[in-house]
């Protein structure tokens, strides 16, 4: 009992795991065919928005091992890449968590600046990692047919998660 006071109490460790619980129940709806709708055949990447938001209220430190978490649960069941989503999502764990931190406001509107610039660049990644020189016939058809779309849907679940996760804040301080 003694390292729970020292992590902030029992309302940090049920919310820590609340959160956790969370991501991985994101990551099955991302993951299970069915389960999360896909319309037109797009994807939403709701990883990203899940990690964000969560890294917003629990700052860096947290953010860290939240979209290290998110990224290797990716790579784990990902046939291409065995590191590439672990350091993304780390990386915008930290960075969402620091700029809050330090520079921005914790609100709606940055969540939806920080969804938008990641799925631009984890979308753009993606893309050149694998399929622009890949051979494929018509690769800017294939980004406008569903990267730029994935992009959009991610950003469109963006307040969803920002709600969710600022009530489990809230519920939980």
Do not use: H, W
């Amino acid at each position: 009992m003694e390292y729970i006071d020292k992590i902030g109490g029992t309302k940090t460790v049920v919310r820590r795991v609340i959160l956790a619980v969370l991501l991985v129940a994101t990551f099955t709806f991302q993951n299970t065919g069915g389960l999360f709708p896909e319309p037109f055949g797009i994807k939403a990447i709701i990883l990203i928005p899940a990690t964000i938001c969560i890294s917003m209220f629990e700052r860096e430190f947290a953010g860290i091992f939240y979209g290290l978490a998110a990224g290797a649960m990716l790579d784990a069941f990902s046939a291409q890449s065995m590191i590439l989503n672990s350091l993304f999502f780390t990386c915008i764990g930290f960075l969402s968590g620091a700029l809050i931190t330090y520079l921005m406001r914790n609100n709606l509107l940055c969540a939806t600046i920080f969804v938008s610039a990641s799925s631009f660049v984890y979308t753009a990644l993606v893309y050149f990692i694998y399929y622009a020189f890949n051979g494929t016939d018509s690769p800017v058809y294939t980004y406008f047919r569903y990267f730029f779309p994935s992009m959009i849907y991610t950003i469109l679940l963006t307040p969803f998660y920002y709600v969710l996760v600022r009530e489990i804040s809230k519920k939980f301080k």
